[in-house]
């Protein structure tokens, strides 16, 4: 009896499986506004919920509920909200943390110009968010990257800032050495120039909200976390990548400055 009481469990999950991907693949068809990344988050997180479910037959039905409701509310953060945010996960736990962040959402909006007001606002909400995953109630892997990002897509911002917030300043090479990388994979890395501008705003300033070069910065970075630390490994592997959108940015403040001296 137990032998085909677990047959039977078996193959009832293998059916709640089988409806899952198909009701992610539809709703996936659906948002054309929402990308298949942050579906497939959405299902996933709400299929936990249900992990313990006596009657696993309406978990799908119960998912599709959550999801639905979740995708309903997928919203742009205003500076407002993402200022609100970090200042109450940060100042008060994490004063330092909290007077970098401020620097790096003041560089951005120095620098915010560059861009048209959707990416202006989407910079700029991601520089005040980008350190958030550092706050204690917001932690989980201790990969801060992710965890801000997890929290942000929870909270309905789009996805696209919480992609920024997963990706900044090099994340991948550090999901490789701490084993995340699956998990990071499903935050897209846009690649251009509102990622580079956001890359540069956070190395560019320094731990007490002060602008430093980028080499200054990494030299800090080196000594404050010392070698073993995956984040300075890491620059084994994104210091370059890291260097690059520094100097992308760069060159486009000066295209930008020689266009308006004209």
């Not at 497939?40 to 313990?52: G, I, K, L, Q, T």
């Not at 119960?62 to 200042?87: D, F, H, I, N």
Request: proline share 4%.
């Amino acid at each position: 009896m137990l032998v085909k009481a677990t047959i039977e469990g078996s193959t009832l999950d293998s059916q709640v499986d089988a409806r899952l991907r198909r009701l992610e693949e539809r709703l996936v068809a659906e948002q054309d506004r929402v990308l298949p990344g942050v579906v497939h988050e959405c299902v996933e997180r709400a299929r936990s919920r249900f992990a313990s479910a006596r009657v696993r037959t309406f978990v799908p039905i119960l998912v599709e509920r959550v999801v639905r409701s979740q995708l309903g509310t997928v919203t742009a953060p205003t500076e407002a909200w993402a200022w609100r945010t970090a200042k109450r996960l940060l100042s008060g736990e994490l004063p330092r943390r909290w007077a970098h962040t401020q620097g790096v959402a003041g560089r951005a909006r120095q620098i915010a110009w560059m861009f048209g007001p959707g990416d202006r606002d989407v910079l700029v909400a991601a520089a005040w968010l980008h350190d958030i995953g550092y706050a204690e109630t917001v932690a989980g892997t201790g990969f801060h990257q992710l965890d801000g990002a997890r929290y942000l897509v929870a909270q309905g911002v789009s996805w696209r800032v919480c992609a920024l917030v997963a990706r900044h300043s090099g994340a991948a090479a550090v999901a490789e050495l701490v084993g995340l990388s699956g998990e990071l994979a499903v935050f897209e890395d846009e690649c251009g120039p509102v990622r580079d501008a956001l890359w540069y705003c956070d190395m560019t300033t320094g731990p007490d909200g002060r602008p430093v070069s980028f080499a200054d910065r990494l030299a800090e970075l080196r000594a404050r976390r010392g070698p073993d630390h995956p984040a300075v490994r890491a620059l084994a592997t994104n210091e370059a990548d890291r260097a690059a959108a520094v100097h992308r940015t760069e060159e486009l403040l000066c295209a930008g400055q020689r266009r308006a001296w004209r």
